[in-house]
């Protein structure tokens, strides 16, 4: 299945469909499904930077070493960056070991730091308006979704629809399974959810499940996420209405 880019004209028809139009459009998509550290919370900040203090310790990497190999991990699960730690570096600690280490650093933060990215919010209330479902599919793990509910009360948009990478076997992006199976837990097609996402391995993961994709450039860097169907800046930009009629052919 092949996603394009809506262009300015058709968003400007699809704005003057809606308004003529007062019986309403039958939209094309029936759910949003979040990432979350990056795309709902702002911390993805602080698991860059505990990756980047066990790169320097395990590893004696220099600043400048971590810059080039960071990027690469950016998006990937809490295991994955552990594994890739202790197999690159052969590191005495297991990967359960490191995994344990870097929540402990990660997790002494979330206090201050996790919060709400600007405009979610406000752009999840106006989903739920018209009545699209919604939930999280996160390469967290589920010992770092329950700390991060204790911080930011992601239950109240969401509900039970919030699923780590531990419900689909540490499957993680860019695999698809954890889009897959919010899908399948709301009941909806696929092919008839949105995604949206702040790094490539969640926008890989997102469209190998068949979903529309939105990169949102949270981690200031474009041409990261450049793969995805439609890229914004925040949640702002996002007009609700015309963005579930987005085309998809």
């Not at 299945?1 to 039958?26: F, S, V």
């Not at 699960?77 to 730690?85: H, M």
């Not at 919030?162 to 897959?180: A, E, G, T, W």
């Not at 969640?202 to 990261?224: P, V």
Request: charged share 25%; proline share 2%; aromatic share 8%.
């Amino acid at each position: 299945m092949i996603y394009t880019h809506c262009t300015a004209t058709q968003m400007a028809n699809l704005m003057l469909d809606i308004r003529d139009n007062k019986k309403g459009l039958e939209v094309k998509y029936k759910a949003m499904i979040f990432d979350m550290d990056g795309t709902i919370i702002t911390t993805e900040s602080v698991w860059e930077e505990t990756t980047k203090q066990l790169l320097k310790a395990k590893g004696n990497l220099s600043d400048q070493e971590c810059q080039i190999v960071m990027p690469m991990m950016k998006g990937a699960s809490l295991y994955a960056t552990c594994a890739f730690i202790k197999e690159t570096f052969n590191t005495k600690e297991s990967v359960e070991e490191l995994i344990a280490e870097k929540e402990r650093l990660a997790f002494g933060r979330f206090s201050k730091e996790a919060q709400l990215i600007e405009g979610f919010d406000r752009f999840h209330n106006k989903l739920e308006t018209l009545g699209l479902k919604t939930a999280i599919a996160t390469n967290a793990n589920q010992r770092s979704v329950d700390r991060i509910l204790k911080h930011v009360p992601l239950d109240q948009f969401f509900k039970h629809h919030i699923y780590s990478i531990d419900i689909v076997n540490r499957m993680y992006k860019p695999f698809p399974d954890i889009y897959l199976h919010a899908a399948a837990q709301l009941n909806i097609d696929p092919k008839d959810c949105l995604a949206i996402e702040d790094s490539a391995h969640g926008i890989t993961a997102a469209k190998a499940a068949g979903m529309f994709c939105i990169g949102i450039n949270t981690g200031l860097d474009r041409n990261a996420i450049a793969h995805a169907d439609h890229i914004i800046e925040g949640y702002d930009e996002l007009d609700v209405e015309t963005l579930l009629n987005f085309s998809k052919q």
